[in-house]
């Protein structure tokens, strides 16, 4: 992807080169027009937590990672903001921590599901799911509830990056460890999530990637450890209490 002729020096550099790669998603057909809103907002929040990880955010990376590795099945789902920002970031966290990667969307078409899907193999995925939808997750009115028998619906462990709650929701009722990338601490994906990741998935994924590569060695009992230690709610307050007071 080319970016827009935009100097260095510009104090806002990075959002102006990440809201480029959200427009050519959208102009490509892989993210909807909703990602544009999404993006926004998301864009606001990560203002107000000074655009850095925070160190809460850096241990659930860690814990995210450690469920990662620990799982059976794991499952990075795939959005079409998701796509469009970070496709080769998901592709290496996938390889890293041997989880499978399934497009799942709340707008969902199937020219769509197929655009996102080469644009992953052109970032080097090699087995991408959610184009068999055939399984469906229960209790869940949207599209998003069409997920692959052996790809989501089979997940013991699913990433589930930037999308609104309900989904969420229905996976923890499942049963299913759900790792939450979000930057609005407040959402109800946030909120469900065993795990949530208050940070921008830009940073959150390479982050993950690091954590999984560096605990590659690890034994179980480590793992284990790190996943017990973790607390959701404490991680929550933290980056709720940076939002509101800086
Ligand atoms: O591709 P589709 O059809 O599945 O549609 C996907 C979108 C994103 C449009 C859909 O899931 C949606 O409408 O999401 P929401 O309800 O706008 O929620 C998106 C959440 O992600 C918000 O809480 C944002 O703050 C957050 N967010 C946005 N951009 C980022 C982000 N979190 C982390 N990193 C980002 N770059």
Known sequence: MNG????ESHPRHESLL??????TGVDLGITSKQGLIAQ???EAFDYLLGERTIPTADEAARAA????LLADHPVLSVNGNVAALAPGEAVRLAEATGADIEINLFNRTQDRIKRIREHLRDHGAENVKGL???GRIPGLENARAKVDADGIASADVVLVPLE?????AALAEMGKTELVIDLNPMSRSARSATVPIVDNLLRALPNMTAQAEALADADRTTLED???????????EAAEDRI???
């Open 65 to 68: 990672a450690a469920h990662l």
């Open 244 to 246: 509101r007071n800086g």
């Open 40 to 42: 926004g907002r998301g």
């Open 164 to 168: 609104d709650g309900d989904r969420a």
């Open 226 to 236: 790190i996943v017990k230690s973790f607390d959701a709610e404490a991680a929550l």
């Open 4 to 7: 827009p002729e935009i100097p």
């Open 132 to 134: 068999t939808a055939d």
């Open 18 to 23: 990440t809201r480029h790669r959200i427009e």
